[in-house]
């Protein structure tokens, strides 16, 4: 029973498509996060979603877009996509408002763009 | 703003020995969470250890425990009789109580010599 899964876990595209990555927890969290890994191992957060609700919005592309169905899901799609869009991407999930702060992280998914 | 700094991009230890990892954060708040991330080449990531700033003690998970320094902003990671298992990059990440992302280190890879 994974508790945060992404798909897919490996995406290979060329420059100028449009692509999305699916999250989903089954970990009944309200909060939900997208994180980015350059190939550097630099991990840096993107968005974050607290019931359906933007919380959290840093400098990102406007390319990038955040879409929450419900609480238990957050994708992101991306358009027009650029050599500098690859690297790794992570979706995470936590409950907020209680003294248990761990974040949860899904597999990754590794997107290489050519 | 909030930052964490790990000054150790590598570091290698013999098998069944100890190794301490370093991390140093900078914030003007007292009230946190810090965290240390292990990423396997499976590139999952896992916490480790977590430490909440309000307690004195430091924290304990098994083989790893925690050095955490409030005053000098310090929060080392010590891995007792390393295993080949441990061998991964390590993230350390700092969480202001009040907010919702993690902020990372850029992360010290560690290897386990045979």
């Known amino acids: 029973d994974t508790a945060v899964s992404q798909t897919p876990k490996y995406l290979v595209t060329q420059m100028g498509n449009d692509k999305s990555i699916k999250c989903e927890q089954n970990l009944g969290h309200d909060t939900m996060y997208w994180y980015k890994q350059d190939s550097k191992k630099f991990l840096k957060i993107m968005f974050s979603y607290n019931n359906k609700e933007l919380i959290i919005n840093e400098t990102v592309p406007n390319r990038f877009s955040p879409k929450s169905p419900d609480k238990a899901h957050l994708n992101l799609h991306i358009n027009s996509l650029e050599l500098g869009d690859s690297a790794v991407y992570f979706c995470?999930?936590?409950?907020?408002?209680?003294?248990?702060?761990?974040?949860?992280f899904g597999p990754g998914t590794r997107l290489t763009v050519t | 703003a909030q930052t964490v700094t790990q000054s150790q991009p590598e570091m290698s230890v013999q098998e069944a020995e100890t190794v301490t990892l370093s991390c140093t954060y900078d914030t003007s708040e007292s009230d946190y969470y810090l965290f240390w991330y292990k990423q396997p080449p499976s590139r999952q990531m896992i916490l480790v250890i977590r430490?909440?700033?309000?307690?004195?003690q430091n924290a304990t998970e098994n083989r790893f425990s925690v050095n955490f320094q409030k005053a000098a902003k310090s929060f080392s990671l010590k891995i007792s009789d390393s295993q080949l298992g441990d061998a991964a990059m390590y993230f350390c990440?700092?969480?202001?109580?009040?907010?919702?992302?993690?902020?990372f280190g850029k992360g010290t890879r560690l290897h386990i010599l045979p």
């Open positions: 990440a700092y969480r202001s109580a009040g907010g919702n992302k993690i902020i």
């Open positions: 430490q909440e700033a309000y307690k004195q």
């Open positions: 995470a999930s936590s409950q907020e408002g209680t003294r248990d702060y761990e974040q949860y």
